[in-house]
């Protein structure tokens, strides 16, 4: 999802009651914490019962109704009364230690409300009249309705956990001062929200944040990453998919602020939508430290590891290559948006084919479903369409990539790349985007950290390295390619009813033949493509690991 100019009422963020109308969620961002997870970051940090709390300073700067400091605030009561605190001494602790602010009135009173239904259920220590007229007053706690990104941010805190709104800064110019807004109009409010939590840790403190997984590599939150690698050492990364009912994966990212080891290991656990709804543990590994500083924007690529990073920066420093966007330009299919409930799946004189992304367009081949469109609905140039062209599937964690010679109209959902001038053929270009190689690149650098409705961005198809090799070797590819989309187009026939099979000498084949030719086709295109860029038996190896 594009943080930038996606609508926020999509997005998750903040500690807002379940109950809360949409229409109020999608103007503060806000979408409550699960309190498992808000367990388990109390976990991480190290706020336990057992643990030495009573000086412990927590920080929420965007506490909403007060999950975190509603939970911490039961471990800290926890914690005194089996110390044999008096009343007034856990008071005092609550009242010092939990910090709160919340931009949002409604949700403000309510956290409020929270921490003194707590602070009621303490029971007297000494039964008199005086220490009943004590009980009976209602404490105050440091909590704050305000913006936090207006306050002066001062490295005082030793906990500052926070689940911040997720919304666009110039969607609410008011949530940003004038003095700090210089410069934020193109980014995001929890991008703020992180850089300010960040300068109120205190040395040797600890950070926990909830973040869409946007924040792992997306460019506009470089800045705020680059804060996490120079000040930080990350300790827990969890990549999630489900936390939130919008449609959004969750990064939540633990971390202290000492000094980096000089050698040191991120461990991180990923769980996908289909693991979280078989209760499984997910994937679990270690990023290294190393890596993360080696990339240019401190991109969180937790997944590439210290041999992928070695072969990526080795191809790029001794194979010829250009971004992808020099050889091609790219545009994107009709934006039907809403409007592709008028598709229509019968043929008629105003009604034009339709190819769509993810159905229509497979890896070497297009499959024409019977899908129409209304010709007063297509808006762009109809040159665009009606030229051969290489078909990229938008909205994908993969790279899928097709040539399309029919002059079908693309929906939105397809990226639409038409050669330059010197570019290689056609089929060359959808060989090589096919390819493992290319595949792979894509999946480790950037698809697979967006693990709720992963696409392909635009800027990153057209920066994409694309290698630049010989001309005979470009003809090979692309004959490859044209084998290899025929074979694909006679496993599909294969798969139709006998009676709407074509009449071809290649339908003939049993599926079983035609699944091996497609196999020995596609082994020989990788094979041949590794050959070229100079790929060791291991390095090919590498890259067979990855589900591209």
Known sequence: MDWETEDPGETAGGDAPEQSGRDERRHWGQYFTPPALVEQMLEWVGYRPEADLEQVTLLDPACGTGNFLVAAAERLMTHGQARGWSRARVLAALQTNLCGIEADPRVYIEAEARLQALAAALKTDQPSPQAALDASNSPRFQLRQGDALALPAEPRYQLVLSNPPYLSSRKHPGLVPPASRKGAGQRDAYLLFVEQACRWVAPGGWLGLVLPDAFLTRANAAQARNMLRHAFTLTHLEHRAGVFRAQVGTAVLIAQRVERPAYSMLPWRRLDRAQARQRQEGTRGAFAGEVWRQQPRAELRYLLGAAESALFTRLMEEVPWTPLGNLVTISRGEEVGRRASRLVFAAGEDRVPVLRGGEDVLPFRCRFAGAYLPRHLVKKPLERYQTSKVLVVKSSGRLC?????????????????????????????????????????????????????????????????????????????????????????????????PSARAASCGAEAGPVQLRQTTRELTTLLNARIAALCGLSAAEQALLEQFPV
Do not use: M
């Open 401 to 497: 990539t097709a040539l399309d010679e029919q002059g079908s109209i693309a929906l939105q959902t397809l990226y639409l790349l038409h050669p330059r001038p010197g570019a290689p053929a056609l089929e060359c270009l959808v060989a090589v985007l096919n390819s493992h190689l290319l595949r792979s690149a894509l999946w480790l650098y950037y698809t697979a950290y967006k693990l709720v409705q992963p696409q392909i961005e635009q800027g990153t198809l057209a920066s994409l390295p694309f290698p630049l090799f010989p001309a005979a070797a470009q003809q090979e590819l692309a004959a490859l390619a044209g084998q290899l989309r025929f074979s694909f187009q006679q496993e599909d026939e294969q798969r139709q009813p």
